[in-house]
């Protein structure tokens, strides 16, 4: 096989289930889902003996022989009546045995891809199944239910089979679903799961005490002689006040030259001066500064920092940044320094005492009262951080003493936008409310009024299918673009499969990108499966953060962020820049003698990858990327893929970094005893994970599905992550849809993955070194597909004559 080859690989990319739509809906888990307690856990693991120099793998994982190198690999996993009622549609494959129904999916109606402008027709009768619900699939998780409105299309554009011959009138396709509208922003996020369904049931909080009977604050006792609270405003007025921090906005573009009247900006720097303070210290002082000399030397300052920021972001971000205005220092009329004095109100400032950061926060509220009361004089104001705050206190000439705590520029403006321009921009988005809002103890997500929502369910709950409305416009676009059609191949169900995914045609272009090394260790280390000390775990953790790793080079190339989330390494890891503490536990247990974790810990742990998601989305990345380090973690991976593949171990257990065959074969014995011990069931997938899984590989679970529920692609690395689709599928069978196969890695059990999976790999060079470095080689031609979308021009606009 030569390099660099695709293998084609049995399976299609979603399954059925992401044909069908997915409304809001409870879901089902058993309350003992979550509930069960684990045995004790052991102690942690030994570690094992020095280096080997890394031995060749012997188990080459089998191509499929029917697929045809060069032939779009196309998700099979169709529904052949329906294929074969569509004119021009080329005849599909069976299901994978035991992959739908191992999956426990019911086939779902199909309908045939929408074609030449053809409208999609309903199922025919009585192939629409009835929703799939736990009991039936044997997922504690619910698949998509169907639609029954015959006008709704049921089944999206999709592809033939691995062993179809490819043709010029084929769809290519790839996850296929439906879906009619939804959210389109992380504020408005697809209706949470119903709280009298699953998230109770999912709640690990089973203390009666704790819920939210329990908590309700003490009310005063009715006393008809207490007179009545202070009232608040008439309602017209407390709008005005809710509108004013609505619309205020922070300002770079549009000002005007226009003086500002003294009245005016007298009557904003009092609001300034009403702010709270700690023990009412009043630690500001304001500077008005309007002289173009001053203001071109601030100008000047922060555009060095500019410059110095714009170099430190990965390629991705750059780009983006460039295009962003930062400040108006020399657009406004006014620009206005707010400092806060640490010593004012003498040494006993009340409360300044063990915080003294309050003095500075205090002329922050200083800052937003400002701000306000700006918004409703017409004024914009633009906050100004790119400066280096001593070098600024000598520029402005400030005594040393004095911090300065915000630059403002301050003039009026053409118009106030509707949203932050950094979401305009598309540099970050909005976080939901919901997010942000905890219920007595941190963790315990409640808006007011609202039950505790359950993190996971809420987060299966939002995952939907492929929208087959603009997969159908998908399909419509490369079938007029300047290229054979199906000349792009894979690439055409890529770009196909990000529409649908984003509802959007042409898709967004998944840029800037980050990819979650999730970190952690394995206590079935002290079983002697790998010759490489378990401290390397946390040494790779520092070489990643310092920049020196593999995947740091990779990321660099391609322009990705690199985040490091450590999950549960083993030793105690420094804050680092860059290092996301999110530690669960200090790596799992021995497998072999008892669970590697408990299902409060896995449930904690796939609430690190949910979170994970959320956050790299909320900040703007549009492709999230999964990568991992844990030493000895292929062993894990191995008894996922054994329980989710029901493979014997010894096919599935490969080197890892490389293992001689007297340790492959104690690690092929390890994995099998493990199983044994326990006897993972498929349908329980966080048992599954607190029997033989890793803290990583439970992250890599939430950030699949946290990723899925944000329409937002994935595109998966080597086999750790193979191993944690499969679980995620087991979860929510819809995470397919976000998720793309970055490459095929050496280790034979990745293979069994990605072929039950039904998604083939984008890159195959032979790579098993995890850290996300496979997903990061294929980043771009998952950039490319969506681009081509973009700016491929179309027979017609090119005046190209058609075949
Ligand atoms: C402490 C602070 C520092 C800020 N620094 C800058 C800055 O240097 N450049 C800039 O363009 N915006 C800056 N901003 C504005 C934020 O980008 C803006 O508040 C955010 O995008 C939300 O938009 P909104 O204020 O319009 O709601 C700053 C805001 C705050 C609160």
Redesign the pocket.
């Known amino acids: 096989m030569p390099l660099g080859q695709f293998v084609p690989v049995e399976g299609s990319v979603p399954t059925t289930p992401h044909l069908a739509p997915t409304p809001p809906r409870p879901l089902s888990v058993p309350p003992e889902y979550f509930a069960q307690e684990q045995p004790e856990q052991p102690g942690q693991p030994e570690q094992a003996t020095a280096p080997e120099a890394p031995a060749h793998r012997t188990a080459e994982p089998t191509p499929d022989p029917a697929a045809a190198p060069g032939v779009p690999a196309v998700p099979a996993q169709e529904l052949p009546a329906q294929a074969d009622a569509t004119p021009g549609a080329e005849p599909e494959a069976d299901p994978e045995p035991g992959t739908l129904q191992d999956a426990g999916q019911q086939p779902a109606a199909t309908v045939p891809a929408p074609r030449d402008g053809e409208r999609p027709t309903a199922a025919p009768a009585g192939t629409a199944p009835a929703p799939v619900d736990a009991a039936e699939d044997g997922s504690p998780f619910p698949s998509a239910p169907e639609t029954t409105d015959p006008d709704e299309p049921m089944h999206a554009p999709h592809p033939a089979g691995p062993t179809a011959p490819a043709s010029q009138t084929e769809q290519p396709a790839a996850a296929a679903l439906i879906e009619a509208d939804g959210p389109e922003d992380l504020s408005t996020p697809a209706e949470p799961a119903d709280a009298d369904g699953l998230p109770q049931a999912l709640l690990l909080d089973d203390d009666p005490e704790a819920g939210p009977d329990s908590a309700e604050p003490l009310a005063p006792a009715a006393d008809a002689s207490v007179e009545p609270p202070a009232p608040g405003y008439a309602d017209a007025e407390r709008e005005a006040v809710l509108r004013v921090m609505r619309e205020?906005?922070?300002?770079?573009n549009g000002f005007r030259s226009d003086p500002i009247p003294h009245e005016v900006l007298l009557r904003v720097l009092e609001a300034a001066h009403t702010a709270p303070s700690v023990g009412h210290s009043q630690p500001w002082d304001f500077v008005v500064i309007k002289s173009a000399d001053t203001r071109r030397t601030m100008h000047e300052l922060?555009q060095r920092q500019r410059e110095a920021y714009a170099k430190s972001l990965p390629k991705g971000r750059a780009k983006q940044f460039k295009e962003?205005?930062?400040?108006a220092i020399l657009d406004t009329p006014v620009n206005i320094v707010v400092t806060a004095d640490p010593t004012r109100g003498g040494r006993h400032t009340l409360g300044r005492h063990t915080q003294p950061q309050m003095a500075p926060y205090s002329s922050?509220l200083a800052?937003e009262n400002l701000?306000l009361a700006a918004r409703a004089e017409g004024l914009g104001v633009?906050?100004?951080?790119?400066f280096d705050e001593r070098e600024m206190v000598r520029a402005l000439g400030l005594p040393e003493h004095l911090e300065v705590v915000?630059y403002l520029c301050v003039g009026y403006v053409d118009e106030f936008?509707d949203?932050?321009?950094?979401?305009q921009a598309g540099?970050?988005k909005r976080r939901p409310l919901s997010w942000v809002v905890h219920e007595e103890t941190y963790g315990r997500r409640a808006l007011p009024g609202e039950d505790p929502h359950d993190l996971l369910a809420e987060t299966v709950g939002n995952i939907r299918p492929l929208d087959a409305k603009a997969l159908g416009e998908a399909w419509e676009r490369q079938k007029r673009m300047t290229k054979p059609a199906g000349a792009l191949g894979m690439l055409e169900i890529i770009s196909a499969q990000l529409s649908g995914l984003s509802r959007m045609c042409p898709p967004p272009i998944p840029e800037p990108a980050a990819v979650a090394i999730f970190a952690g260790d394995h206590g079935v280390h002290a079983q002697g499966v790998t010759s490489w000390p378990q401290e390397v775990t946390g040494q790779m953790v520092a070489n990643f953060l310092g920049g020196g790793a593999v995947c740091n080079a990779f990321a660099n190339q391609v322009g990705a962020e690199v985040c490091v989330i450590d999950v549960g390494v083993a030793s105690e890891l420094p804050a680092t820049p860059g290092l996301l503490p999110r530690k669960v536990r200090a790596g799992t247990a021995d497998m072999t003698t008892g669970p590697a974790l408990t299902r409060e810990e896995v449930k904690a742990a796939i609430e690190v990858g949910i979170e994970t998601a959320r956050d790299l989305v909320a900040a703007g990345n549009k492709a999230l990327l999964t990568g991992e380090m844990g030493i000895a973690n292929t062993t894990a991976s191995a008894a996922l893929i054994s329980v989710y593949t029901d493979t014997d171990p010894a096919e599935v257990t490969g080197r890892g970094t490389g293992i001689n065959d007297e340790m492959h074969a104690r690690k092929v014995e390890v994995v099998r005893r493990a199983l044994e011990l326990h006897q993972p069931d498929p349908a329980d997938p966080v048992g599954v994970l607190a029997a033989i899984g890793g803290l990583e590989h439970a992250a890599l679970v939430g950030l699949l599905l946290g990723g899925a529920s944000l329409r937002t692609p994935v595109i998966l690395d080597g086999v750790s992550a193979g191993a944690a689709a499969l679980v995620a599928r087991a979860i929510a069978p819809e995470v397919l849809a976000a998720c793309i196969a970055g490459h095929r890695s050496a280790e034979p059990g990745h293979v069994a993955a990605l072929n039950k999976l039904g998604l083939r790999p984008l890159v195959d060079l032979d790579l098993r070194l995890g850290e996300g470095t496979g997903a990061l080689l294929a980043l771009p031609v998952v950039q490319s597909a969506a681009r081509a979308m973009h700016e491929v021009a179309t027979f017609d606009s090119a005046g190209v004559t058609e075949k």
């Open positions: 205020r906005r922070d300002i770079r922060a962003l205005k930062i400040e922050a800052v701000w633009g906050w100004v951080s790119f915000a936008p949203e932050p321009e950094l979401m540099w970050s």
